[in-house]
């Protein structure tokens, strides 16, 4: 996340790709907003007194489904605020690095969110803020799945298996949620293994 931020800042900012484009300081600000607005993943800037800088859609969508739906703005979950003041407090025994402090946060088995906090520093602020990044998950593994899908080619329902089996899910638990046996779990599964194998040995 932090890096695709950075990538999309320096591309902005390289003046061979904008000869077209008159991109004013108030223009760039608002392409970065869009974009930022635009990712699945939940951006959160606070101040180190726990006060709400910016948050983007996804990070508001997430806060109220941590919050049992208190949708306050300005409230930000316990958990998340727990995370930032671990860094707020450790960050003077490593002053002189970069500390990314991580934890999940599981709702329910596809409602798992990884969760990152970092000191950011930011012009006109006198001291840094937190940058809070929230990723499901679920959905990261999901998109990964379909790409897997489409690189092994596989069945729709090898697909349907596979994306049970990247989420975490036992021969068991995909083949009741399938209504099929184990053995044809595991008929599938060597299938699409064989599958991945042959992938693997052309790249």
């Known amino acids: 996340m932090i890096a695709l931020t950075n990538t999309l800042v320096k591309k ?3 003046p061979q790709q904008l000869d077209s484009i008159d991109l004013h300081d108030s223009k760039r ?14 951006i959160l800037i606070l101040s180190q007194a726990g006060e709400v800088v910016h948050t983007n859609a996804s ?3 997430l ?18 605020w727990d995370l930032c003041e671990s860094l707020l407090s450790s960050r ?3 002053s002189d690095k970069l500390i990314i402090l991580s934890d999940e946060i599981v709702l329910d088995k596809s409602n798992v969110f990884r969760v990152r ?32 899908v489409k690189k092994f080619d ?5 697909a349907e298996i596979w994306f049970l089996y990247r989420n975490n899910y036992s021969y068991k638990e995909i083949a009741t949620k399938l209504y099929i046996t184990i053995n044809t779990v595991k ?11 042959a992938y693997l040995a052309v790249e």
Request: hydrophobic share 35%.
């Open 59 to 61: 990070a508001h969508r």
């Open 29 to 42: 600000a608002d392409f970065l907003q869009e974009v930022i607005e635009g990712l699945e993943d939940g």
């Open 154 to 158: 596989l069945t729709p329902r090898e």
């Open 187 to 197: 008929k599938h599964m060597k299938n699409i293994h064989t599958k991945r194998q």
């Open 92 to 94: 003077y025994l490593f």
């Open 63 to 80: 806060c109220c489904q941590f919050n049992q739906d208190n949708c306050n703005e300005n409230f930000v979950p316990p958990v998340i």
């Open 117 to 148: 906090v970092r000191l950011l520093d930011l012009d006109g602020f006198e001291v840094p803020c937190l940058l809070v990044t929230i990723e499901n998950q679920y959905e990261s593994l999901k998109s990964l799945a379909i790409t897997e």
């Open 12 to 14: 902005v900012s390289e």
